[in-house]
């Protein structure tokens, strides 16, 4: 049907057309994407209110709605202030480096059977890739600033991210095992049939189950790679005021902040497509769907705004112990049982 | 032109450049991130030649770790520019006849049908399989001694490593986690029981007003 109706403009268009129709793609992706990033500033700030039995902001519009477009416009409307000891041009790449990587993960996440920007093969090393360099926007950002708290947190989230990203990398291990596959449409496949899902309990055929270990330690990962709390000792407030952006101002800053925001939507929409079964229904009666993706990612993303509410923060060497001595050994002996499971006649994936 | 060629030449183009100012940068830090950028060109090449698990790879483990902390380094070094410009002309004939060996082997490389180099045909893919998956087999079937071989190596130098950096000194303070996560509330909260003292009604010691 779309095909039939996509062809006459193809025809008119000639060789122009995949690059429009890309174009047009990525802005189907981003502008949605752009939207939740501002409202869930807006559900941040209200379940915190919530939970430390407050009110939330409630003031701009009905019920508080438009806080978030007040918070753009006032950022957008704030003069960009560049201090004279930084490093010019480094000073304004270090926001763009960091925000691209965010923007640019979301090609690969399959949104829906077939929905999504490019299917290849090599799905989960894009995103290992991509997401790897996001900490450059950091450490530039802490260098240029030429200030001792932004670099300081600059050191600290280079030091983390490295880390968190091994134990994140080794659990995905176990993930590309059972599924054996790297494209992320086929391993959401993988999960949907099994001996519960045959039962029409499908949520129970989802890879968290027999891989819960691994999942808790990606989960916690995802967390500590996105510099939250209890990881954010990179940005600390009573520590180093807001690590490598303390001397960004307007739109530079809300850069560093969109970029956060993008990435928190980003690492639930991977959770749930490496654990929660992406698209599938949890169970047999109802239709697959879009919609279930975005009710596991914003269960996700509540879990997120839930532990910042609720934990202290981590020390850093806690943290660094954390990653390397737990984590790590725990994906790795996990990434055996799994290898020697699917090898047994007890396994479950065929 | 067709725009795989067009991605090839541009590519190449900013590599070349970035190449070029990893060794003109006047900030060793600028210097850093060039190569940063040659890599991920590099990588982007590699894409277009199908090898696209070695692109990933590369910006994985070069871009993405090993350049950080490279970084990381050249950051907190304090490095006298002026100082570093000061032998050039003195180690210049040294430098060139190395850059001038690099070039003549990879001509060497790059004229490879004198050298009989077309005696091994490029290796083909059948269709619909990924290069990675290719990659893995052969890795894993026809190489799996050299390959687990390497890794033992790798490990070995892992742990070289790390005990040649390792220093015991007995004036560190260090704590044992087990030991926190093992505290009970006994250990740390006694709980005394005592009469209870009632205040003296609403006026302070010094018979002023109600507190």
Same mark, same amino acid.
């Given at each position: 049907?779309?095909?039939?109706?996509?062809?006459?403009?193809?025809?008119?268009?000639?060789?122009? &057309?995949?690059?429009?129709?890309?174009?047009?793609?990525?802005?189907?992706?981003?502008?949605?994407?752009?939207?939740?990033?501002?409202?869930?500033?807006?559900?941040?700030?209200?379940?915190?209110?919530?939970?430390? %039995?407050?009110?939330?902001?409630?003031?701009?519009?009905? #019920?508080?709605?438009?806080?978030?477009?007040?918070?753009?416009?006032?950022?957008?409307? /704030?003069?960009?202030?560049?201090? /004279?000891?930084?490093?010019? /041009?480094?000073?304004?790449?270090?926001?763009?480096?960091?925000?691209?990587?965010?923007?640019?993960?979301?090609?690969?996440?399959?949104?829906?059977?077939?929905?999504?920007?490019?299917?290849?093969?090599?799905?989960?090393?894009?995103?290992?890739?991509?997401?790897?360099?996001?900490?450059?926007?950091?450490i530039?950002?802490?260098w240029?600033?030429?200030?001792?708290?932004?670099?300081?947190?600059?050191?600290?989230?280079?030091?983390?991210?490295?880390?968190?990203?091994?134990?994140?990398?080794?659990?995905?291990?176990?993930?590309?095992?059972?599924?054996?596959?790297?494209?992320?449409?086929?391993?959401?496949?993988?999960?949907?049939?099994?001996?519960?899902?045959?039962?029409?309990?499908?949520?129970?055929?989802?890879?968290?189950?027999?891989?819960?270990?691994?999942?808790?330690?990606?989960?916690?990962?995802?967390?500590?790679?996105?510099?939250?709390?209890?990881?954010?000792?990179?940005?600390?407030?009573?520590?180093?005021?807001?690590?490598?952006?303390?001397?960004?101002?307007?739109?530079?800053?809300?850069? &560093?902040?969109?970029?956060?925001?993008?990435?928190?939507?980003? %690492?639930?929409?991977?959770?749930?497509?490496?654990?929660?079964?992406?698209?599938?229904?949890?169970?047999?009666?109802?239709?697959?769907?879009? =919609?279930?993706?975005?009710?596991?990612?914003?269960?996700?993303? =509540?879990?997120?705004?839930?532990?910042?509410?609720?934990?202290?923060?981590?020390?850093?060497?806690?943290?660094?112990?954390?990653? #390397?001595?737990?984590?790590?050994?725990?994906?790795?002996?996990?990434?055996?049982?799994?290898?020697?499971?699917?090898?047994?006649?007890?396994?479950?994936?065929? | 032109?067709?725009?795989?060629?067009? $991605?090839?030449?541009?590519?190449? !183009?900013?590599? $070349?450049?970035? !190449?070029?100012?990893v060794?003109?940068a006047?900030n060793p830090v600028h210097a850093v991130l060039f190569l940063v950028?040659? *890599?991920?060109?590099?990588?982007?090449?590699?894409?277009?030649?199908? @090898?696209?698990?070695? @692109?990933? !790879?590369?910006?994985?483990?070069?871009?993405?770790?090993?350049m950080v902390l490279f970084l990381f380094v050249v950051m907190m070094l304090d490095i006298?520019?002026?100082?570093l410009?000061?032998?050039?002309?003195?180690?210049?004939? $040294?430098?060139?006849?190395?850059? !001038?060996?690099?070039?003549?082997?990879?001509?060497?490389?790059?004229?490879?049908?004198? *050298?009989?180099?077309?005696?091994?045909?490029?290796?083909?893919?059948?269709?619909?399989?990924?290069?990675?998956?290719?990659?893995?087999?052969?890795?894993?079937?026809?190489?799996?001694?050299? *390959?687990?071989?390497?890794?033992?190596?790798?490990?070995?130098?892992?742990?070289? @490593?790390?005990?040649?950096?390792?220093?015991?000194?007995?004036?560190?303070?260090?704590?044992?986690?087990?030991?926190?996560?093992?505290?009970?509330?006994?250990?740390?909260?006694?709980?005394? @029981?005592?009469?209870?003292?009632?205040?003296?009604?609403?006026?302070?010691?010094?018979?002023?007003?109600?507190?």
């Open positions: 049907m779309m095909n039939a109706f996509l062809a006459p403009v193809q025809q008119w268009l000639g060789p122009v &057309f995949p690059l429009l129709w890309t174009l047009l793609k990525i802005v189907l992706i981003l502008v949605p994407l752009m939207l939740s990033v501002a409202y869930l500033t807006f559900w941040e700030r209200k379940i915190l209110g919530w939970m430390h %039995v407050r009110i939330g902001p409630n003031r701009v519009g009905p #019920w508080g709605l438009l806080q978030p477009i007040a918070d753009g416009l006032k950022l957008f409307f /704030k003069e960009v202030i560049l201090p /004279k000891v930084a490093d010019r /041009k480094l000073y304004f790449v270090g926001p763009v480096l960091a925000i691209a990587p965010a923007l640019a993960m979301w090609a690969v996440i399959p949104f829906s059977d077939g929905w999504v920007l490019a299917n290849i093969d090599a799905g989960v090393l894009y995103l290992l890739a991509i997401g790897s360099i996001g900490v450059y926007g950091i530039i950002a802490g240029a600033s030429n200030s001792k708290y932004a670099f300081l947190g600059a050191m600290r989230s280079s030091a983390q991210m490295i880390s968190y990203e091994v134990a994140m990398g080794l659990a995905l291990i176990s993930v590309l095992m059972v599924s054996s596959s790297l494209n992320l449409s086929a391993i959401v496949h993988g999960q949907a049939h099994g001996y519960f899902a045959a039962q029409g309990m499908g949520f129970l055929s989802w890879n968290w189950l027999p891989l819960l270990p691994v999942f808790a330690v990606y989960l916690i990962s995802g967390v500590a790679e996105l510099n939250r709390a209890p990881f954010d000792v990179v940005e600390g407030e009573s520590e180093i005021v807001a690590g490598h952006m303390v001397e960004y101002s307007g739109m530079s800053f809300a850069m &560093f902040f969109l970029a956060e925001y993008a990435n928190m939507i980003l %690492v639930a929409a991977m959770v749930s497509v490496f654990f929660l079964g992406g698209w599938l229904s949890p169970v047999g009666f109802l239709p697959d769907g879009f =919609f279930w993706l975005a009710v596991k990612i914003s269960a996700v993303l =509540f879990f997120f705004l839930w532990i910042r509410a609720t934990f202290p923060r981590y020390r850093y060497d806690q943290i660094m112990r954390l990653g #390397w001595k737990v984590f790590v050994p725990l994906t790795l002996v996990w990434i055996l049982v799994v290898g020697v499971w699917m090898m047994s006649p007890l396994t479950i994936w065929k | 032109m067709e725009f795989t060629t067009f $991605l090839f030449y541009l590519f190449a !183009a900013v590599m $070349l450049f970035s !190449a070029l100012r060794i003109t006047r950028l040659a *890599f991920f060109n590099a990588a982007g090449l590699w894409l277009l030649l199908q @090898a696209e698990f070695l @692109a990933i !790879a590369l910006i994985m483990v070069y871009v993405g770790a090993v006298n520019i002026e100082r410009r000061h032998g050039f002309w003195e180690h210049l004939p $040294l430098g060139a006849t190395i850059g !001038a060996i690099m070039v003549v082997e990879m001509a060497t490389v790059l004229t490879g049908k004198y *050298f009989g180099l077309s005696n091994f045909p490029a290796h083909v893919l059948p269709v619909g399989e990924s290069n990675t998956k290719a990659l893995a087999r052969i890795l894993f079937t026809d190489y799996v001694y050299p *390959f687990e071989l390497a890794s033992v190596i790798l490990l070995v130098a892992i742990i070289a @490593a790390v005990m040649l950096t390792l220093r015991q000194r007995k004036d560190t303070k260090g704590m044992r986690p087990s030991d926190q996560v093992a505290v009970k509330r006994s250990d740390r909260l006694r709980i005394v @029981a005592m009469a209870s003292e009632s205040e003296s009604p609403a006026t302070d010691s010094k018979g002023g007003a109600p507190l």
